[in-house]
Nanobody, 128 residues
Framework: QVQLVESGGGLVQAGGSLRLSCATS????????MGWFRQAPGKEREFVAT??????????TDSVKGRFTISRSRDNGKNTVYLQMNNLKPEDTAVYYC???????????????????WGRGTLVTVSS
């Protein structure tokens, strides 16, 4: 069974940091481009960051550039994607979702093209 499971969300004060993780199982996600999206209440799901298969290419939405960092690792055959979030702002409050696409690129995932799998999300709340 293919799964993307996000973790690491929570409540944090403005200016604080969180690190989200997306654990993968059921497929060899080392050949998948991966991404993070978020959805705030009453808003559409939006692109946050994506990373290529090899990890060398990343894209970020303008509002998180310089504050968020996407990365990926492979340990003991398990592929994990991270989102390090620093200097968090109240407008970062949302449910954060992990996404994966095999026959696609990091750039295409940023516009929701070629996404094969979504996680169920983890809630991030930033208080002012």
């Amino acid at each position: 069974q293919v799964q993307l499971v996000e973790s690491g969300g929570g409540l944090v004060q403005a200016g604080g940091s969180l690190r989200l993780s997306c654990a993968t199982s059921g497929r060899t996600f080392s050949s998948y481009a991966m991404g993070w999206f978020r959805q705030a209440p009453g808003k559409e799901r939006e692109f946050v960051a994506t990373i290529s298969v090899g990890g060398a290419i990343t894209y970020y939405t303008d509002s998180v550039k310089g504050r968020f960092t996407i990365s990926r690792s492979r340990d003991n055959g398990k592929n994990t994607v991270y989102l390090q979030m620093n200097n968090l702002k109240p407008e970062d409050t949302a449910v954060y979702y992990c996404a994966a696409g095999r026959l696609t690129t990091a750039q295409d995932i940023s516009v929701k093209k070629g996404i094969d799998y979504w996680g169920r999300g983890t809630l991030v709340t930033v208080s002012s």
